[in-house]
């Protein structure tokens, strides 16, 4: 196994724990839980998880060259937190392991993590940390935005019904 593979496997691998994090917040949730706003934000477990989804499949977008342009990136950062009627916790979990999966698939084919990837500077001025695009810096900034949202997730879960993410894990710690 070559040293990106190696790198690649272990950014999958960090990133398959905040997905099981953020399926965590979900069990033995109905609908109208999974919507609820309990606390001071304005965020719901729905919202949030369609948020990083949405999140996900820009970033994949960007490292495949298949991005859709981004014509106004803040209409579709908004919109990547809107909840449809018809939306469930099982199709939204549903999405999230055909957006990891997908992603998994793009880096894995990825031969160079150090690749620069092309950021219109519209985009730029919100994930800008003094460093160059690389497949490697979005695959971590990935890292980051799930494992900010999944603690955001454990606060609104705990504050529906009392459940952490210990006792959802099965850890209780």
């Not at 999958?12 to 919507?35: C, H, I, K, M, P």
């Not at 919202?47 to 490292?63: C, Y």
């Amino acid at each position: 196994m070559t040293s990106t593979a190696n790198e690649t496997e272990l950014i999958l691998r960090l990133l398959d724990n905040q997905y099981d994090a953020l399926r965590n917040v979900f069990s033995g949730l109905t609908e109208e839980q999974s919507r609820s706003v309990p606390s001071a934000s304005s965020m719901s477990l729905a919202s949030l998880l369609n948020h990083l989804i949405s999140g996900h499949i820009a970033a994949d977008g960007r490292i495949t060259g298949t991005s859709d342009g981004d014509s106004d990136p803040v209409a579709t950062w908004t919109a990547g937190w809107s909840v449809d009627a018809d939306e469930t916790i099982d199709g939204r979990l549903t999405r999230l392991d055909a957006t990891a999966a997908h992603f998994a698939a793009t880096l894995r084919a990825e031969p160079d993590l150090g690749r620069i990837v092309e950021i219109p500077d519209d985009v730029v001025q919100w994930i800008d940390q003094g460093v160059p695009f690389t497949v490697r810096f979005l695959a971590l900034h990935q890292i980051e935005e799930w494992a900010r949202h999944a603690g955001h997730a454990d606060v609104i879960r705990e504050s529906i019904d009392g459940a952490t993410a210990g006792t959802l894990d099965g850890s209780a710690w």
